[in-house]
């Protein structure tokens, strides 16, 4: 299947797929061997990676610094931005006040608090709480239900995920990214799409991808998933990612 496949699609989620989460989210650096091997698989014919995070590319194109950024698509914040191989535009949706509103009330807040880091994704924004402990957590109750508050009489949507919770507009999700490169490339004849991604969020991945291969990274899985395989980490998916090159392209190992 993989072998024989007129196009391959690859869309790989990035804190938690490519590489570990750490505890200060912008040392989250992809390895060597890892960025070797997207280069490789980039290079072969007719292989198209998509990068899908709930980071902002700009945050992505910088973790990925001094590897050459037009061989891969790009997708950030959660399906809202799309930058396509080859093009260095990044085309986006428009900023809702409310989001800007939330994020200036819960900045007062965290002021006095270090231990959380606020990451403005312009479109979006997360609240990284992974440091944080004992009185602290006082200030994420008051955080959260401030933030229901808004999501009462605002077009927002929040997920929780693993120490962070994100606020974004209603409606977006990684799903349309996908939908967005199939679209882009799928047309023009027989393909094959394989989503890789370890959080709830990928959850919309699988889920745009009923016909192809959905893959979830962990290793014990703790709630229902759309994924029909399992690794079990980031050292997995690299050898996941390097038996792939060996199918379609044989010496690209």
């Known amino acids: 299947m993989i072998k024989d496949a007129d196009r391959l699609l690859l869309f790989l989620d990035y804190d938690g797929t490519l590489t570990g989460f750490r505890r200060e989210p912008m040392d989250a650096r992809p390895s060597k061997r890892m960025l070797n091997i997207l280069s490789k698989l980039a290079a072969g014919p007719r292989t198209y990676i998509t990068i899908v995070s709930g980071r902002d590319i700009a945050s992505l194109l910088e973790l990925f610094k001094g590897f050459d950024h037009s061989i891969l ?67 994420l109750d008051r955080i959260k239900r401030l933030i229901a508050g808004y999501r009462k009489e605002n077009p927002i949507e929040v997920m929780n995920m693993k120490k962070v919770i994100e606020v974004k507009p209603t409606g977006t999700n990684k799903g349309n990214a996908v939908n967005a490169i199939i679209s882009y490339y799928g047309n023009a004849g027989d393909y094959l799409s394989i989503c890789m991604g370890d959080d709830v969020t990928d959850e919309y991945l699988f889920q745009a991808n009923p016909g192809g291969i959905n893959i979830k990274v962990v290793s014990v899985p703790e709630h229902e998933t759309s994924a029909g395989y399992f690794l079990k980490g980031v050292s997995d998916v690299y050898w996941f990612l390097k038996e792939v090159s060996r199918l379609r392209y044989g010496t690209l190992s």
Do not use: Y
């Open 73 to 139: 698509n790009w997708s950030g914040t959660h399906g809202m931005q799309i930058r396509f191989r080859g093009s260095r535009k990044v085309e986006s949706a428009g900023t809702l006040p409310c989001i800007t509103s939330l994020k200036d009330e819960i900045s007062i807040i965290i002021r006095q608090c270090p231990c959380f880091i606020l990451e403005d994704k312009g479109l979006s924004f997360a609240l990284h709480h992974r440091k944080c402990s004992g009185k602290a957590l006082q200030h």
